[in-house]
């Protein structure tokens, strides 16, 4: 079974920056794409995903969400079956729970477009807590 844990979250000041992991385990590696995910806080938000940065393990080619654009840096360690989130410059509104997905490669076509949907990701961590607050 494919299990995803996130760690690395906390509080932080605005401008400073945090780098989430997240460890898998129960799959092919190449098979998949791993995405990150964050749902900010408030219930009028709940259940509702913003698609944060995305790595294809098979070529490493990488996707990112407008918001996070020259930020956050998504990288892997294939050795350590860990995919990575820098997020540098953290502003308040990246406040959030932030959660990694996996999706099989084979669905993933075009990537530009679907890396952002969750429809396609079938696996999901359980999420950690990023607060960015002076």
């Known amino acids: 079974q494919v299990q995803l844990v996130e760690s690395g979250g906390g509080l932080v000041q605005p401008g400073g920056s945090l780098r989430l992991s997240c460890a898998a385990s129960?799959?092919?590696?190449?098979?998949?794409?791993i995405g990150w995910f964050r749902q900010a806080p408030g219930k009028d938000r709940e259940g509702v995903s913003e698609?944060?940065?995305?790595?294809?393990?098979?070529?490493?080619?990488?996707y990112y969400g407008d918001s996070v654009k020259g930020r956050f840096t998504i990288s892997s360690d294939k050795a350590k079956n860990t995919v990575y989130l820098q997020m540098n410059s953290l502003k308040p509104e990246d406040t959030a729970v932030y959660y990694c997905?996996?999706?099989?490669?084979?669905?993933?076509?075009?990537?530009?477009?679907?890396?952002?949907?969750?429809?396609?990701?079938?696996?999901w961590g359980m999420g950690t807590q990023v607060t960015v607050s002076s």
């Open positions: 997905a996996a999706a099989r490669v084979v669905n993933m076509n075009p990537m530009a477009v679907k890396w952002s949907h969750v429809w396609w990701y079938e696996r």
């Open positions: 129960g799959f092919t590696w190449d098979d998949y794409v």
């Open positions: 698609g944060v940065s995305c790595i294809k393990n098979n070529d490493g080619s990488t």
